[in-house]
Nanobody, 120 residues
Framework: QVQLVESGGGLVQPGGSLRLSCAAS????????MGWFRQAPGKEREWVAT???????NYGDSVKGRFTMSRDNDKNTVYLQMNSLKPGDTAVYFC??????????????WGQGTQVTVSS
């Protein structure tokens, strides 16, 4: 069984920074793409960023230039460094991964989400 666990959310003032982590654990054979979505109250889920197995990244227009995603393959962990945070970044952030378990077929796994609140 594969699990994704996010951490690092919290309350931060506008202009501040946070770093989210997402650790994959369990019976993992390989990890392909990992990424982040976010969902604000009353809004649809919004794609934030992805990172491929070779470290290539892509970002949504609303976070480009402010957020940076990285991964540590040895730890099966990805990070989302969020700088110059705005109130509009307030949301629950969800990590996902396209993962092949040791037994079974490749699938998409999700974390439980972590709350990020940007407010003065």
């Amino acid at each position: 069984q594969v699990q994704l666990v996010e951490s690092g959310g919290g309350l931060v003032q506008p202009g501040g920074s946070l770093r989210l982590s997402c650790a994959a654990s369990g019976s993992i054979f390989s990890i392909n793409v990992m990424g982040w979505f976010r969902q604000a109250p009353g809004k649809e889920r919004e794609w934030v960023a992805t990172i491929t197995s070779d470290g290539s990244t892509n970002y949504g227009d609303s976070v480009k230039g402010r957020f940076t995603m990285s991964r540590d393959n040895d730890k099966n962990t990805v990070y989302l460094q969020m700088n110059s945070l705005k109130p509009g970044d307030t949301a629950v952030y969800f990590c996902y991964g396209i993962i092949r378990p040791r037994l079974g077929v490749q699938g998409t796994y999700w974390g439980q989400g972590t709350q990020v609140t940007v407010s003065s």
